[in-house]
Structure formats: structure tokens, C-alpha cells
């Protein structure tokens, strides 16, 4: 079946650095991709998607591209801020139909940045 | 507007009580999902309700009821609890089923069973 790997952390930062959270998947066909983010005692909000080979998505300053060659999404950030601290989720949507199957979540990344 | 609203957000209940939670959205979606999110962990899929028909049922245990009264409401019914079903419980909603389009999620609701 389909699967998400992330790096789980927590990954500690100094603000102004930059972040990098590796995402790989493993999926039958051309899956698409995502990256939510949850901060403390909030639900999940949609931080940027990919639908399709090569495409990058970006947003808030963060950016990813859907990587087939390499199964990759690995999330980036040039410069973080405080504001970032919360949990990172990779997710896919699988060629069977997304909304089929939910979305299929890595663990998550706790991001910690301090200034 | 872009938003999935969930209440209440705080439930406390003990084992033999029933209660229900809700969800709503207005963003014209057709898929809506209950979601349980332990802590420390990420969401796991429960139930997909695709133009008001459950869709997918992830073996939940039957103490959990889901109900579609309509396209923008959907509910989750809590009867006979275990401790362990404590959790986060998050409902989304996505244009329709097709893998491309983007879930949105509502804030939770914070369950503890007693």
C-alpha cells in the first residue's frame, strides 16, 4: 500500500536559518502530494501541494517539488521565523482517488525554532 | 468562504453516555471525512462520505456512528466510549474524491472519555 516516510525530529532551528524536511513516498502510479501543518491545539492546514511530476508548490515562502525519479517532496524554507514552530505533515493522495482512500500521512516533523 | 467548523470543541463524556459531534462546511464540497488524531501521532482515517454515501468505513469500531444529513453537514455519534477513544477528532472536506484536489480541515474537537 501506499506510505509516507518523514523525518520525525524534533529538528531545532535558530531563526533566519534554513529549513529543509525530507519527504519520501512510496505509491502506485502518480499520487498526488501535500504538506499540512499543525500548530499546538489547531487542526491541520493545507501549506502547499503538488499534483503532478516536477511541479513545485509554494507558499508562505516554503516550497517542494514532486520529485518522481527520487519518490521525493522534501520541504524547504529559506529563512524560518518563530512563527514556523508546529508540526509538519507529508501527505499523499493515491491513484485509487483520494478522497477514496483519505490521505495517507507521514508521522510528522515537530519543528522547533528558537530566536 | 474557505472554512470547516467543528463543535463543540471540547467533550468530556464517560463510557455510557451518547453524544454527537458536528461538522459543516459551505465551500460547495461533495467529500467530507472523519478523522482521529492521537496525540504525538498523525490523523487516521475513519469514515468518507462521498455526495452524502458513505463511501469508505475503516473497520471503525460500531460505537462510532456517522451521519450526512446533507451535503454541507456532517455528523459523528459517540455511544458506549473506551478510554482509549480519547482523541482529537478532525473532519474535513475536499472537492469530490479525485486524489488532486486538497482537504480542508476544521479545528477538531478534543474528546476525553472517562
Known amino acids: 500500500g501506499d506510505s509516507v516516510t518523514q523525518m520525525e525530529g524534533p529538528v531545532t532551528l535558530s531563526e533566519e536559518a534554513f529549513l529543509t524536511i525530507n519527504c519520501t513516498y512510496t505509491?502506485?502510479?502518480?499520487?498526488?502530494l501535500f504538506w499540512y501543518v499543525q500548530y499546538p491545539g489547531e487542526g491541520l492546514q493545507l501549506l502547499l501541494k503538488?499534483?503532478?511530476?516536477?511541479d513545485k508548490g509554494s507558499n508562505k515562502g516554503f516550497e517542494a517539488t514532486y520529485r518522481k525519479e527520487t519518490t521525493s517532496f522534501h520541504l524547504e524554507k529559506g529563512s524560518v521565523q518563530v512563527s514556523d514552530s508546529a508540526v509538519y505533515f507529508c501527505?499523499?493522495?493515491?491513484?485509487?482517488?483520494?478522497?477514496?482512500?483519505?490521505?495517507?500521512f507521514g508521522k510528522g516533523t515537530h519543528l522547533i525554532i528558537q530566536p | 468562504d474557505t472554512e470547516v467548523t467543528q463543535t463543540p470543541k471540547h467533550l468530556v463524556m464517560g463510557m455510557t453516555n451518547k453524544k454527537s459531534l458536528k461538522c459543516e462546511q459551505h465551500?460547495?464540497?461533495?467529500?467530507m471525512y472523519w478523522y482521529k488524531q492521537k496525540a504525538k501521532k498523525p490523523p487516521e482515517l475513519m469514515f468518507v462520505?462521498?455526495?452524502?454515501?458513505?463511501?469508505i468505513n475503516e473497520s471503525v469500531p460500531s460505537r462510532f456512528s456517522p451521519e450526512c444529513p446533507n451535503s454541507s453537514l456532517l455528523n459523528l455519534h459517540l455511544h458506549a466510549l473506551q478510554p482509549e477513544d480519547s482523541a482529537l477528532y478532525l473532519c474535513a472536506s475536499s472537492q469530490d474524491e479525485l486524489r488532486y484536489n486538497e482537504q480542508f480541515f476544521g479545528p477538531g474537537t478534543r474528546l476525553t472519555v472517562l
Open positions: 505509491a502506485t502510479g502518480y499520487p498526488s
Open positions: 503538488a499534483t503532478k511530476a516536477d
Open positions: 465551500m460547495g464540497h461533495r467529500a
Open positions: 501527505a499523499l493522495s493515491g491513484v485509487s482517488g483520494g478522497g477514496a482512500d483519505g490521505l495517507t
Open positions: 462520505y462521498s455526495y452524502e454515501k458513505l463511501s
